[in-house]
């Protein structure tokens, strides 16, 4: 018998089960299928305007800051500022998202590698799939496109977010996912980033920047 | 098992605790961020007590179908690519991990934080076999560089105060400048965070726990606040993922609504700073991310716990509330309850893992105050499944013979009010002819252990019910 | 307010509990005064204890045996009355899962359990009364009581009763919902720990400023009382059921006085 047998034995012989009752297939069946939301906070339930609003007022609650531009041709100079506020040197690393690519870097003097991070890169940016207002969530999703060490090895984290894919709820981000990849199934990774990484295991004083980014910038682009 | 519980001596450890005084010291910090800071959060979402019941309903829902939703999860899993390890014990999780270690030629495995890797004694097991571990949580970190366990689930070094944990890092990171300033908490959490960074880089293996795992897609999921979970899961070849069979849950909605009382009942935070879904090893589509995702599901006596009195329990999602409140907790500290898990949840599930004739103590040592219940996102009844345990012992002449005796001797009366009365009514009289003078009694023979900390109030003299009988009768 | 008529007036069944029985019988005096004064028919029928102690310890068949005295002495009135949250939460919450099992006494455990009451919020929630007739001249603060704040929801019924009594000022206690470290047994099985919790409790009453410190249960005031006098503390200490009769004429708990 093996350990996996001697388990789900014993789980059956606790729970007075067999395993076979067709009964208890067809409820975790329908469970599994119909994946029932159970209690939304009413919070979100806004318009396009209050949840990015919203998003903004929980995200930089947790530290995060929030720059907003009209297009996504402002994305790079928007970089570019942040970088030169914060005395960062003007090189940025990221994947191949062609949302990204797309975006004029040459019209800024930032030095923009494509590709994983390997620890040694100050500032590197990511494209959030989506982002949940109610609690200032961003959701960025592993790939070539945006490369999960991006999201964690810089010191300071960049995340490009278009308002228009913001939704109200993680329930809103399940449904868009499996849109996008279907019932069932997950991209390798999936990141919810709630503000820049902190500690507060000395004496219980809250310090950011523990192993994570210091820093956790958002770009939201409207329109 | 492989960490020695010293659990059979809660009272001396507790002594000792007091007696040293930085405990009691160090426990101040959590009383206030951690309780002010739920009362915050709890506040502010009007949901949460409806929540409370929804993730109750959820994980009751997922016991009672734990092996179909656990089949569902290994299939799901081996669809994603990864690979799933049974381990009926401690001693086979271990060998396990140990196995996928060498096999992938490691030396160094960095260790995200896990409670699990705790209970089956992970660490001492690679150590002895050649393989370092490195936990990088930061709290984990500095009780690994002093050799202790956890005293806290989620704030491993909250036992600490600065100047202890200043003192181990010079004693250890002997390759740093012996003249560095470390009086600012912040610089030594640069120093861990530089020292770790090399780590993170270097390991073959990474090990994470796991704060749940979703039957519907195969995912682990862990919540962090460092993000350390995640450079330990994302930078090694191979990704291990360390789970006990309880942490399954159905959906991707499920865990959702669990998220929302875990991180509000734990820090207080809405959401934890990462929430990180890992479904499989790396796609072909990937530049990063491991080449291999192992899962070790272990059983160590969970599945027993189904279907009686204690099944409740694993409903458990370790957001550590029940100890941040608990007024035992705070005056001990977690290292007296003498194993892995403190507080109100160790006290109930400590003794179903490692044997009630060892940690007898534990589910005594409450006063069912109830606020580790009132707290609780799972409303899991803690209390009442302590009392469960002393009943337990009782079954089995546990319990010492003098709580027996003077529980039997005070019964005898007890179940006999006219003996009890009139038994009563001596005593109060005689009580109050011995000590009128003072009012209270500063020593008085047979309650030694009550007059040793307080004094004890002299009765008024007739008892309540001889007086009202005398009224009445008038 | 006229009085009802007695054929109209519900007849409760006063449990003093063996701690007040024993040590403090004006608090059952002035739980009786109370409910007098709002109309009940008060009766004490023949009493020991709830079985508590027993239950908490694991011992279910003594906590059986004493559950069962309770049910047959005091099943036969219309309420029973409580001085006592932890002994009313007892009687209220627990008998009914002690017999869970017992189809011939599981029902009259859940009569039973219905009808009792903690004292204060049966004066404030059953029968209405938002105020009382008494004087107290000084400052108070008011612990809560674990079982009653925690299984039957007291906290307000107190403090609303208490804003009534003339002379009387409120300071609130910080940490007035955190447990005293009484605990029945517990306070003699783990002394050390008991005294360490019962210590902050008294540092923070005598930090209120209060002269006198009330509460709804006598374990917890004995325990608070015992440490504050042992502390040299001159904070008076009393069930708030003695303040709300205006019966406060007996030395507080564990102090000596004219009238003893």
Redesign the interface.
Known sequence: M???D???A???R????K?DERI??S??EE??DR?????????AQLDAAGKLALFIE?AEG?QATIARVSSAKEVPGEVARYLRDNNLPAALRM?DDPRLSAMPWKDTALDVSI?????LDLSGITHAETAIA????LAIL???EN???L???PDNHIVVLNASDLVA???SV?ARLRKKVGK??????????????????????I?L?????RALHIVVVEG | MSVHPTSHSFKDNASKAIADGSVPRALKNVRQNFIDKRVKAVDALPEFEALRESAREIKNHTLAHLDLYLDRYEQKVKESGGHVHFAVDSAEARSIILDICRKSGARTVTKGKSMISEEIGLNGHLEAAGIVPVETDLGEYIIQLRGETPSHIIAPAVHLTKEQIEKDFRRVHTQLDPNRDLTEKRSLLTEARTMLREKFLAADVGITGANFLIAETGSSVIVTNEGNGDLTQILPRVHIVIASIEKVVPTLEDVSQILRVLARSATGQEMSVYTTFSTGPRRASDVDGPEEYHVVLLDNGRSAMLGTEFQDMLRCIRCAACMNHCPVYHQIGGHAYGWIYPGPMGSVLTPSLIGVDKAGHLPNASTFCGRCESVCPMKIPLPKMMRHWREREFERNLNPAVARYGLGFWAFFAKKPWLYNLSARVAAKAMKLIGRDKGRFQSLPGLGAWTKYRDFAVPEGETFQAQWKRRAGK | MGMPKPANRPKVALFATCLVDFLRPSVGFAAAKLLEKAGCVVEVPSQTCCGQPAFNSGDRRTARDLALQMIEAFEGYDYVVVPSGSCGGMIAKHYPELFEDDPGLSGRAQKLAAKTHELVSFLTDVLGVMAVEAKHAGSCTYHDSCSGFRELGIKRQPRQLLGSVEGLELVELRDSEVCCGFGGTFAVKYGPISDQIVTEKATNVNATGAKTLLAGDLGCLLNIAGKLSRMGSEVEVRHVAEVLADMTDRPSIGKTGASS
């Open positions: 093996t350990s996996r001697t388990i789900f014993s789980i059956r606790s729970l007075h089960v395993g208890r297939t409820i975790i469970r599994l994946a029932p939301k159970g209690v939304i906070p009413a919070r929980k947790v994947g590709g994983r991070s390997n620890g109610e609690t200032g969530t592993s790939g070539h490369p999960t060490t999201n964690f090895l709820d993680l329930e399940w069932g199934e997950m991209p390798r990774t999936v990141n919810f980033v709630t503000g820049p990484s902190r500690s507060g295991d000395i004496e219980q004083t310090l920047g523990a192993h994570g980014p």
